[in-house]
């Protein structure tokens, strides 16, 4: 019987390999909740929660405790009704990345019990992807570094932090643009920019003829007028991520046309929402992207299998797990970065 | 192996049991293409395609020439990777039925395979579904009659036919309400209205105590300023059906705050354009009813596994096998109207 029998969560911890730095925001480890669903027929399903102070709120502390209340609320139900799961998830919205790994956890369940992967579950469009691998916020010797040992490793797209010192920043960008010819660039300046700020950015890169092919939430997430403004004055594509975490900001974002790209991350929206976002971003002629906290393998997995499933992004941004000490890999595809691959 | 290996389109053609008339149309019978598709395995979905000039410009005449042409785009693609098999099927948008047809088979063969039903594929949101029935346009007398006789056998819902005269509309009202109390009312001008009599039709009705629970399709499919004037002068709820085909007319819908209520129906947009409406109009804090052409039992079944699967649905409008002459009922759902099912 496909019916959830029991529910555990474990505290996770990892360390970066090296800080990890962006725009009001270093980390020298992730501390993340892994959740297993177990049915009666004895199907495990496993998922991640990565949770995200800055961006949604959540304290893990906080979330830990969230284990039995969600014992109560989906022991008896069946894995194979996965939406009514979905429904109940989603009323835990102010836990988004606990949301997100109780929906993943619920389609792995599935896959076990029904022998077929999470990614055909939910369509199968695509057999493998590539992700890009990013430059952190530091010195700008430090970052050239960082981007051309990427770009030298096989890495085709480099995500660059910014956001804090636009003088600066386009020094790097010039920089790193002279020394990884070839690569594209996505720019993510984690809110730290004013409008008229991030309007002086891109229009220098573009009077330098460097071509950046995303940017990423210049300005502050609660303001999509100023999304707006940015949008409307860059030559290139601008993105939203702080600001785009549920369904109803991004029909928001698409309604005021304040934005080319979304950013879709599991930890901000949970599937069902994520599943939403894709179908009306698509619908709007937009693009999509997809991000991540940060996950280790196991929450990787759950985003690799969603973009293989969907096929709906132009650009993965899936490398958290890259970034971490991890004992084993646990992913259910096959991680040769920059490529990952269905299983 | 879950590749297709072979399609086939058969025209069937079904009598009404008794002359359907709507405004601008009367159907004596439906003509359907009904496909198979098998698997290497030898897995076989069924699917049905019930065309409708009227609403899509389709002719099953031309539709059924279509059969080689897919084959040679399908032929070879596995079924576990169904959303491939929908984006093909997406550029023949200008013959949705087939699209819904085939996207549709296509989910039936993958359930073969998996031994999954549909519904569940879709997510299980739900175990049952209640159906409306439909009265279609004829003399007072005889409207009141069949009404009496849908609520007198059960059914919950009914849905009333109008739009061809305003004057005769609100009194077959009237005389329906007095003979059906405690039903509900569907209201479906079919485009018959313009705005300012849409308006008066309403108002009448509300002035009389008359509640109606949706008022669809009151003006022409291309009014959406017209639907948007009949929504902000209406007490009762206005719905889009002929205006409302792809995702992307429903996303323009949303946009322009033009209606309180989307129609779905898979004839009119297969199952990716109505995966991605159900989505949108959720996002949009609007309703959802799913609605039907001239499907048999095959096709209806189709509609009942989506909206068991998805739950979306305010009203269920799933009535066209009812109406319909057929030998044997074919649908993967307990029929016990007004009730359906899972299986």
């Not at 270093?26 to 800055?54: D, M, Q, W, Y």
């Not at 499933?309 to 992913?331: C, I, P, W, Y």
Request: aromatic residues 10%.
């Amino acid at each position: 019987m496909s019916k959830i029998k029991n529910i555990t969560f474990t505290i996770k911890k990892y360390d970066y390999f090296k800080p990890f730095h962006i725009t009001g925001s270093l980390s020298n480890f992730a501390t993340n909740i892994e959740v297993c669903i177990e049915t009666e027929s004895g199907a495990k399903g496993h998922g991640e929660a990565s949770p995200s102070f800055r961006v949604n709120g959540e304290k893990v502390e906080t979330l830990i405790h969230l284990e039995p209340i969600i014992k109560d609320a989906l022991i008896g139900l069946n894995v194979k009704n996965y939406r009514k799961i979905f429904d109940v998830m989603d009323k835990f919205f102010a836990f988004p990345s606990i949301k997100a790994a109780i929906q993943y956890a619920t389609l792995d369940a599935l896959s076990e019990e029904i022998g077929m992967p999470v990614y055909q579950i939910l369509g199968g469009a695509k057999d493998e992807i590539e992700t890009d691998k990013t430059v952190g916020i530091d010195t700008i010797e430090n970052m050239v570094k960082d981007a051309k040992e990427i770009f030298d490793s096989g890495f085709t797209t480099i995500k660059i932090k910014v956001g804090e010192d636009l003088k600066k920043d386009i020094e790097v960008l010039d920089e790193i643009y002279k020394n990884t010819r070839g690569a594209k660039y996505i720019v993510d300046a984690n809110m730290g920019y004013t409008p008229k700020q991030a309007i002086e950015f891109v229009k220098t890169l573009y009077s330098k003829n460097i071509e950046i092919h995303l940017f990423e939430q210049p300005v502050a997430s609660t303001d999509f007028e100023g999304l707006k403004i940015v949008r409307f004055n860059s030559p290139f594509p601008v993105g939203a991520d702080e600001s785009a975490k549920t369904k109803y900001d991004v029909l928001r974002l698409i309604k005021m046309e304040a934005v080319d790209f979304i950013n879709i991350k599991l930890m901000k929206s949970g599937i069902s929402d994520a599943l939403a976002i894709v179908e009306m971003v698509k619908s709007a002629n937009l693009q999509l992207m997809i991000g991540c906290m940060g996950e280790s393998s196991v929450g990787i997995n759950q985003s690799v299998n969603f973009a293989l499933g969907t096929g709906a992004f132009v650009f993965h941004d899936l490398d958290s797990a890259l970034m971490l000490k991890e004992d084993n890999f646990r992913g259910k595809y096959l991680s040769n970065p920059p490529i990952y691959k269905a299983l």
